[in-house]
């Protein structure tokens, strides 16, 4: 790093947190931790990057696995990361499934809202956890970052169960008054706990910085609590390190809202070196293996504000089930409800249908309905299998050809390029496969294959 840590951080530090402040910068002076986590629905042979594996993170429950590296590869020319068969993320970030079952939930959740979502590790982690029921809405208001959203969704899994949104959340609060079980705020920050990794962190922070984040994160979270029904849990995360925007804006919420902190100091002993506060857990780089992360819970405990008046779900067109058992590659009929919305089918439950109906009556942006079964390429043609089946669970009761590829060949397709074949394959739509995991789609004509991968998502080095 050119940029030196700020000074006044450095005294900020020093007065919150003596006993820790020194080991913490000189931490961010050192290189970033670097780690990744697997997708349980992508089973591999062998997990990636074998010969750099530095540790399994110890945290993890049972059914999440994600380890450190001793250096940081290029990923972009691992064809199994574009799959998304893993995901780089920070460990400490995946603390968010240590502290799961303390929210101990009475019931499974119906309606969980990640409102700060991009660019989608926190929301991956989160469709692992919550029951495949669960109608996860995935919001982000930059529309960049909003693509990035909607890639890595679709590519862990389909973004089934899914709706992804790019809205303000004061815009949002109307469709979701008083109806979440779960909402999880990732808030913007001032990002000092980050500092290690990037220089801007440093550039841009300043105490004026931490203030105008603090009003911003307010505003985002009065939204947050009219979105949250009675016994609603609200997660609050950052990767900050100042007691302004952690402790002090759960202070906040306790001092304006009716709720109670979820306690989780048990969290923190089976994770080295995690600080547990009265309010929430410190991971601090220096002394947890990661980069800063702080996380609190709390309970709603009394209704802020009364849900929306439901409406009965108008405008979506349903796809019978005789187009649906006319798509000859698709051997299983999905048993959910499925709707054509502009070119494509997409299937979904009840809950999603009716939420989408509303938020087109509102003209709320919707980035993703959810899991698109099929789209339609040519109108002569029909429909063909959607990108985002070959990552949902249903693709294996596809009969669709594959072709598998080398490593060249296949960041050859990544990249956008024809592929040949010296042996003829079946004329139509193909898999194009990685070691067993799909890649995406081609139109086979013999002896070339035309790539349909889609061009916003091509390999670019």
């Known amino acids: 790093m050119q940029t030196p840590v700020p000074s006044d951080l450095i005294v900020q530090l020093a007065q919150a947190f003596p006993e820790h402040a020194t080991r913490i910068v000189e931490a961010l002076e050192t290189p970033p931790s670097i780690s990744l986590r697997l997708n349980p629905a992508r089973p591999l042979s062998s997990p990636p990057y074998v010969e750099l594996q530095d540790g399994a993170i110890p945290w993890l429950p049972t059914g999440i696995e994600g380890y450190w590296l001793r250096e940081r590869p290029t990923f972009a020319l691992d064809p199994l990361w574009h799959a998304g068969a893993y995901y780089v993320q920070d460990s400490s970030a995946m603390i968010l499934s240590t502290i799961w079952d303390e929210l101990d939930w009475q019931e499974p959740p119906a309606l969980a809202l990640d409102l700060c979502a991009a660019p989608g590790g926190k929301s991956t982690l989160l469709r692992d956890l919550l029951p495949d029921e669960t109608l996860l809405v995935s919001n982000e208001i930059l529309p960049k970052r909003c693509k990035i959203l909607v890639e890595n969704l679709v590519k862990w899994c389909g973004a089934d169960h899914t709706i992804i949104t790019q809205e303000d959340p004061q815009q949002l609060t109307p469709l979701l008054r008083g109806a979440c079980n779960l909402v999880l705020v990732d808030a913007p920050c001032s990002g000092e706990g980050l500092m290690r990794r990037d220089e801007e962190a440093r550039l841009m922070w300043s105490p004026q910085l931490i203030s105008d984040c603090v009003s911003r994160q307010r505003a ?242």
């Open 220 to 461: 985002i979270l009065r939204e947050a609590m009219r979105m949250l029904m009675p016994e609603g849990v609200l997660l609050y995360a950052t990767c900050t390190l100042n007691q302004e925007e952690n402790d002090q804006m759960v202070q906040w919420l306790l001092d304006h809202y009716p709720c109670q902190l979820i306690d989780l100091s048990h969290t923190a002993e089976r994770i080295p070196g995690a600080y547990a506060t009265a309010y929430g857990l410190h991971l601090w780089p220096g002394i947890v293996r990661g980069e800063g992360q702080y996380l609190a819970a709390l309970r709603l405990t009394d209704i802020v504000e009364p849900p929306s008046e439901a409406r009965k779900a108008k405008g979506l067109t349903r796809t019978s089930r005789q187009e649906l058992a006319g798509l000859s590659w698709l051997s299983e009929v999905p048993s959910a409800d499925c709707y054509t919305i502009g070119e494509q089918i997409y299937q979904l439950s009840p809950m999603a249908a009716q939420l989408l109906a509303e938020a087109s009556r509102q003209r709320l942006a919707v980035a993703t309905p959810g899991f698109a079964v099929a789209t339609m390429r040519h109108q002569a043609k029909g429909y063909e299998p959607s990108f985002a089946l070959l990552h949902h669970p249903l693709y294996r009761t596809a009969e669709l050809p594959a072709l598998e590829l080398p490593l060249q060949e296949a960041l050859r397709y990544l990249r956008g390029e024809a592929l040949t074949t010296s042996s003829p394959s079946a004329r139509g739509i193909t898999a194009i496969t990685y070691r067993g995991i799909p890649l995406g789609l081609a139109h086979s004509t013999g002896s070339r294959l035309n790539n349909l991968y889609p061009k916003p998502y091509r390999l670019r080095i």
